[in-house]
């Protein structure tokens, strides 16, 4: 249901100056009651449909616009969103790196469904990237895919992979 919030803010024009980017609006997600209150209201959101179908049909129905409201948009202008400014560019990277995620969340189980497209993963893997501190280290195996499930705590990293990842595997997950 992000979509329908980045069309609302791609329609909220702000002042300049940015008080966060693309990396360190991440940070603004504190964990404790925040997470756990967000958590539920995405259980109970998600709990509304009837299958996935529905949850399905809402992007649908919804990102088409905020594609077009993307267009639209001047990359250099601000805008604002829960309580931050960011330029247009920067909230594009956000939408980008969550919309990678939760695509990776929804065809985890799917090995035949078609993965996020390589420019997108790019923006995501670079957020990632930015919010570890640097390019990580990753242990052989793991593409671009399975950085991001690993990174964002989909998936566990295993004893072996906690060794080869060595001091970003503490950071993990980077995002929830």
Same mark, same amino acid.
């Given at each position: 249901?992000?979509?329908?919030?980045?069309?609302?803010?791609?329609?909220?024009?702000?002042? *300049?100056?940015?008080?966060?980017?693309?990396?360190?609006?991440?940070?603004?997600? *504190?964990?404790?009651?925040?997470? =756990?209150?967000?958590?539920?209201?995405?259980?109970?959101?998600?709990?509304?449909?009837?299958?996935?179908?529905?949850? !399905?049909?809402l992007w649908?129905?919804? %990102?088409?616009?905020?594609?077009? %409201?993307?267009?639209?948009?001047? *990359?250099?202008?601000?805008?604002?969103?829960?309580?931050?400014?960011?330029? =247009?560019?920067?909230?594009?990277?956000?939408?980008?790196?969550?919309?990678?995620?939760?695509?990776?969340?929804?065809?985890?189980?799917?090995?035949?469904?078609? =993965?996020?497209?390589?420019?997108?993963?790019?923006?995501?893997?670079?957020t990632v990237?930015?919010?570890?501190?640097?390019a990580v280290?990753?242990?052989?195996?793991?593409?671009?895919?399975?950085?991001?499930?690993?990174?964002?705590?989909?998936?566990?990293?295993?004893? *072996?992979?906690?060794?080869?990842?060595?001091?970003?595997?503490?950071?993990?997950? !980077?995002?929830?």
């Open positions: 249901m992000r979509s329908r919030a980045s069309h609302i803010a791609l329609a909220s024009p702000a002042e *300049p100056a940015a008080t966060v980017d693309s990396v360190s609006y991440w940070h603004s997600f *504190p964990g404790g009651d925040g997470n =756990v209150r967000h958590a539920w209201w995405a259980r109970r959101s998600a709990a509304a449909f009837d299958s996935p179908s529905g949850v !399905v049909r649908a129905d919804t %990102a088409p616009a905020a594609v077009r %409201a993307a267009g639209n948009a001047d *990359p250099a202008g601000f805008v604002t969103t829960q309580g931050h400014v960011l330029r =247009v560019a920067d909230l594009l990277d956000t939408l980008t790196t969550e919309a990678v995620i939760h695509h990776l969340d929804l065809v985890l189980d799917l090995p035949d469904a078609p =993965v996020p497209g390589p420019a997108a993963t790019r923006v995501a893997v670079a990237d930015a919010l570890l501190g640097g280290t990753r242990p052989d195996g793991w593409n671009d895919h399975d950085y991001l499930l690993k990174a964002t705590g989909r998936l566990p990293l295993t004893e *072996p992979e906690r060794r080869a990842a060595g001091e970003f595997a503490a950071r993990f997950p !980077v995002l929830g």
